[in-house]
């Protein structure tokens, strides 16, 4: 018998057809919200790297302190101790601005591939501590972010890998003004932050999220395994508007 999920967890239509296509060069995700005659188009998928998960537990959630007596939100479902690829894709919806014209090249969703495989339902992937009797159809449930800032990281070594963030921070609110550097890797031109933790051997990856409530899509096969883990970027959000 086919999975077909929650029905308070299902992606919507809208949700859903945005979720098959944007992995998928070529694909119009919607229109600028500025412009609706400019669409939004898919240009690109890049691999950005692979992280490693060693417990299997993973914490989609933002990197920085934004609530000192917050947990991180740990995702309940497991995914096999192992290393994951992670992806990126681009898309483009050129404007102009006071006479000039740009790209309007964004990320528009990044995601964490678990296996290879067909998704045949997106569901919202719930935390360790949500209760999904108190959901109603409707609700949607995620990180909360105001840096529009997430990342994937191994949920035992979360500690660890987000201390780069949690210096910055301290850093800058101690010697304000001052030029201060973060101990992360770039990637795809500081698009991205990796940090690495050799003592533990798991690695988090930053991404771009939207400013507000950012969910962590999961997609199923037919069967119910996990295929991916993704989340919407801003172009992402603006183009389902």
Known sequence: MAYVGDGRLVATPEVRAYLDAVFTPGSLLGARSDDPRQLVEVVEVTRLSSIRVP????????????DEDGEPRELAVRIPPGVYGVDAAWTEAPYEFMGKHFSGREVAATRLCVREGTVAVWEMGLAVDDDIERLRQG???GFNTDTSTGAFGDATAWPALTAPFRNFWEQRRTAPGALVSRATESLDDGEFEMVRDEARGADLITFSATEGLSVAWLGRAEDGELISIVVMGHMGMEALA
């Open 139 to 141: 609700d949607e449930v």
């Open 55 to 66: 417990s299997g537990r993973l914490v989609v959630d933002t990197p920085w302190l934004e």
